[in-house]
C-alpha cells in the first residue's frame, strides 16, 4: 500500500506544480490564456489535484508511522477531503 500512497505523493505534487506553472504562463504571457487549469478544470479540477496530492501525504505518513493499513487508508482519505476542502477556499 506505501507503493499506491507514495504514487499518489508523486502524482499529485508533479499536478501541482504543473498547475502553478501553467497559472504564471497563463497570466504573464499575452496570448496564452488557454492554458489557465483556474478557467479549463475549475474548482472541481483543484480540488481533485489537493485531494490525491493529499491522500498521497497523508496515507504515506500513517503507514511509515506503523499504523494498521485500515487506519492508514482512513488517513489517507481523510487527507485527500481536508485537502480538497482547504483548495476550495482560495
Same mark, same amino acid.
Request: glycine fraction near 16%; avoid cysteine; proline fraction near 2%.
Given at each position: 500500500?506505501? /507503493?499506491? %500512497? &507514495? +504514487? ?7 499536478? #501541482? !506544480? @504543473?498547475?502553478?506553472? *501553467?497559472?504564471?504562463? $497563463? ?11 483556474? /478557467?479549463? %478544470? &475549475? +474548482? ?7 485531494? #490525491? !496530492? @493529499?491522500?498521497?501525504? *497523508?496515507?504515506?505518513? $500513517? ?11 482512513? /488517513? ?15
Amino acid at each position: 500500500m506505501r /507503493a499506491v %500512497f &507514495g +504514487l499518489a505523493l508523486a502524482v499529485g505534487f508533479l499536478a #501541482v !506544480l @504543473g498547475w502553478i506553472a *501553467a497559472v504564471a504562463v $497563463a497570466d504573464s504571457v499575452d496570448g496564452w490564456e488557454g492554458v489557465d487549469p483556474d /478557467a479549463r %478544470f &475549475g +474548482l472541481n479540477g483543484r480540488r481533485v489535484v489537493a485531494g #490525491v !496530492l @493529499g491522500f498521497g501525504m *497523508a496515507g504515506l505518513s $500513517a503507514a511509515y508511522a506503523g499504523w494498521p493499513i485500515a487506519l492508514a487508508i482512513g /488517513a489517507a482519505v481523510a487527507g485527500a477531503l481536508a485537502a480538497g476542502l482547504l483548495a476550495a477556499s482560495r
